[in-house]
C-alpha cells in the first residue's frame, strides 16, 4: 500500500467510525475505535514480522521503555511499539536481579512458613495487625512442613498468572500450562469457560483467608495468604476438606521484606498485590518467568477497552494496591530481559 491509498483509506475509514460513533453519542467510543483503527493499520500495513531482539530499532524502544518514569499514556504508548520486538532473557540482568532478591527475601529459605524457619514456641506478629503477637503452639506447628518444598532455581520455565481483563480472548492457555510451574492468585476461576485463555495446570495457588474464615479463625490474622499445592483444577470452588497436607502459609517475615523491596522501587501501597508477592517468589525458584494477566490500563495495546478481571468488572478498592507501579516495574524488568510480560495473544 502506497503512501496516498493509506492515508485515504485511513480517512474513509476513520470518517466512518466517527460519524456511527457521534451518532450513538459516545465520545470515548469515538476515541477508542480511532484508536484502534491508527493501530491496526500501522501495525498490519507496515509490520513485517517480530524484528530481532538486539537490533538497533529493538534496543532504543527497550531503552525508552527504561527512561519512562511515571507517565501511563506515555509507557502505554512505548509498549505498544515494542511488540514488534522479539524478547529474548537477558542472564545477565536477571542474575543480577535474583541475587538482590537473594539478600533481601530469600523465597527459597523463608517464602513459606516452615518447622525450620518457625521453631515450636515462636512468636509471630501478626500480618495485618503488627501489634498483635501469635504464639505457635503444637497444634499450628505440626501443620508447616519441615522445610521448604522448593529450592533455588528449581524450576526452568514459570508461568505467574495474575487474573487481569488482558488474558480475555488471548489463547494463552495452553502457552500458560506448557510451564513447568505455574502460580495463580486467589482462587480464580478456570473452568471450560476460561481454559482456553488462562489455561488450568496450578502448581501454587493463593487463597484468601476469608474464604475460609470459620476453618482457620484464630490464626485468620496471622497469615495473610494460604497457598494450596497441586489440587487446584476446574472444580476450583471446592477446595478441600482436609488442610492438613496440602497449606502452606507465606512466612510473615517474607511479606514484610518483599514490600520493603519494592517500596524501594516505587510501590507505594498499603499492600503489594498477592501478584507481586508470587512474582518476586517465582523470580528465585526458577530460571525463566513469564507473566499472564497483569497490566493497568483501561485498553489492551490494541486499544481496545478491556475489563478489571478476565471474569469481572470489579475494581480494586482505590489506594489499596498500587497496580501501576507494579506494571510499571514489569514492563520495565521485560524490557532489560529479567522477566517477560505477555499482553498480546498466544500462537
Known amino acids: 500500500m502506497n503512501s496516498s491509498s493509506f492515508q485515504g483509506s485511513i480517512k474513509t475509514t476513520c470518517s466512518s467510525l466517527v460519524y456511527n460513533a457521534c451518532s450513538s453519542g459516545s465520545s470515548s467510543l469515538i476515541s477508542s475505535l480511532f484508536s484502534q483503527v491508527l493501530y491496526e493499520y500501522v501495525y498490519f500495513e507496515f509490520y ?25 499514556t506515555e509507557l502505554f504508548d512505548r509498549w505498544k511499539s515494542l511488540q514488534m520486538c522479539k524478547w529474548e532473557m537477558n542472564v545477565t540482568e536477571a542474575n543480577l ?27 509471630l506478629k501478626y500480618e495485618v495487625d ?79 483467608p476469608s474464604i475460609i474464615t ?36 507465606l512466612y510473615p517475615k517474607f511479606l514484610l521484606n518483599v514490600s520493603r523491596y519494592w517500596l524501594g522501587q516505587g510501590v ?17 525458584l526458577c530460571e525463566e518467568v513469564h507473566l499472564f494477566g497483569f497490566w493497568a490500563f483501561p485498553m489492551n495495546p490494541s486499544g481496545i477497552f478491556i475489563t478489571h478481571h478476565y471474569y469481572d468488572n470489579v475494581k480494586p478498592r482505590p489506594g489499596f ?10 514492563l520495565h524488568m521485560h524490557s532489560k530481559g529479567i522477566l517477560r510480560v505477555h499482553t498480546g495473544t498466544c500462537s
Open 130 to 208: 503488627t501489634s498483635g503477637i501469635f504464639h505457635i503452639n503444637q497444634e499450628i506447628f505440626k501443620m508447616f512442613p519441615k522445610d521448604m518444598p522448593y529450592h533455588r532455581s528449581q524450576f526452568k520455565r514459570c508461568a505467574v498468572v495474575g487474573n487481569g481483563g488482558i488474558l480475555k480472548n488471548s489463547r494463552c492457555g495452553r502457552e500458560i500450562d506448557s510451564a513447568d510451574f505455574v502460580f495463580r492468585c486467589n482462587l480464580p476461576p478456570i473452568s471450560e469457560k476460561y481454559f482456553m485463555d488462562v489455561g488450568v495446570k496450578t502448581d501454587v495457588v493463593t487463597v484468601n
Open 214 to 249: 470459620e476453618r482457620l479463625f484464630m490464626w485468620f490474622f496471622v497469615f495473610l495468604f494460604l497457598l494450596i499445592s497441586q489440587i487446584y483444577l476446574s472444580l476450583n470452588s471446592v477446595v478441600c476438606p482436609d488442610f492438613d497436607e496440602i497449606t502452606h502459609f
Open 97 to 123: 536481579f535474583k541475587s538482590t532478591l537473594s539478600r533481601c527475601c530469600n523465597a527459597p529459605s523463608f517464602l513459606f512458613t516452615t518447622q525450620k524457619n518457625t521453631p515450636l514456641g515462636t512468636k
Open 268 to 284: 507505594r501501597a498499603k499492600r503489594v498485590s498477592t501478584g507481586l508477592i508470587l512474582v518476586t517468589a517465582a523470580m528465585e
Open 48 to 72: 513485517e514480522g517480530p524484528l530481532e531482539y538486539n537490533s538497533t530499532k529493538c534496543l532504543e524502544l527497550r531503552q525508552d521503555i527504561i527512561e519512562v518514569k511515571g507517565e501511563q
Open 321 to 330: 494496591h498500587a497496580m501501576p507501579s507494579e506494571i510499571f516495574n514489569f
